[in-house]
T-cell receptor, first 112, second 112 residues
Framework: GDSVTQMEGPVTLSEEAFLTINCTYT??????LFWYVQYPGEGLQLLLKATKADDKGSNKGFEATYRKETTSFHLEKGSVQVSDSAVYFC???????????FGKGTLLTVNP | DAGITQSPRHKVTETGTPVTLRCHQT?????MYWYRQDPGHGLRLIHYSYGVKDTDKGEVSDGYSVSRSKTEDFLLTLESATSSQTSVYFC???????????FGPGTRLTVT
């Protein structure tokens, strides 16, 4: 079945550092890929998405490129802020009914 | 904000009691979902609905039932709560325009 693997956390960075959170997937066909962010005590918010190979999703300084050859969708940001501290989830969607399959989440803490 | 509310937001109940969680949406979306979030597991799909009275199981449906008698409401019932069902429960919808999934604020359920 479909699965998503993302790097184990927690990840701790200093403000203005470069961020990479790795995400790889297993799925047949051509899934759509998503990154969600969850701030403490809140629900998940859609951060960015890509629906076909080589698409780049971007939002709020975050980027991720859909790489079908490596089945990856790594999240990057050039300069993180304390306000980026949150849990980040990678997810894929394939097939009918728009169901999502999630990775386990990566906790990011950014220190001033 | 996709107009999703969940009630109650917090609940403590005893083992063996029935519990019903409610998800309410105001924008007439066809697809609705219930997930549970647990440390080390990310989000896992419990049940979903693709229309009034049309529901299906997700990957962790044992011990849960759902009902959808109106477009705006999707109910999740634990017939006889167990401690393993202590979790945070999220409702979600898929938007009718870009088919993106949006989440409610969550319900924290503790079964003692």
């Amino acid at each position: 079945g479909d699965s998503v693997t993302q790097m184990e956390g927690p990840v701790t960075l200093s403000e203005e550092a470069f961020l990479t959170i790795n995400c790889t997937y297993t799925a047949t066909g051509y899934p759509s890929l998503f990154w969600y962010v969850q701030y403490p005590g809140e629900g998940l918010q859609l951060l960015l998405k890509a629906t076909k190979a080589d698409d780049k999703g971007s939002n709020k300084g975050f980027e991720a490129t859909y790489r079908k050859e490596t089945t990856s969708f790594h999240l990057e940001k050039g300069s993180v802020q304390v306000s980026d501290s949150a849990v980040y989830f990678c997810a894929l969607r394939r097939g009918s009914n728009y169901k999502l399959t999630f990775g386990k989440g990566t906790l990011l803490t950014v220190n001033p | 904000d996709a107009g999703i509310t969940q009630s109650p937001r917090h609940k403590v109940t005893e083992t063996g009691t029935p519990v019903t969680l409610r998800c309410h949406q105001t924008e007439n979306h066809r697809y609705m979902y219930w997930y549970r979030q647990d440390p080390g597991h990310g989000l896992r799909l419990i049940h979903y609905s693709y229309g009034v009275k049309d529901t299906d199981k997700g990957e962790v449906s044992d011990g849960y039932s759902v009902s959808r008698s109106k477009t705006e409401d999707f109910l999740l019932t634990l017939e006889s709560a167990t401690s393993s069902q202590t979790s945070v429960y999220f409702c979600a919808i898929t938007s009718s325009d870009f088919y993106e999934q949006y989440f409610g604020p969550g319900t924290r359920l503790t079964v003692t």
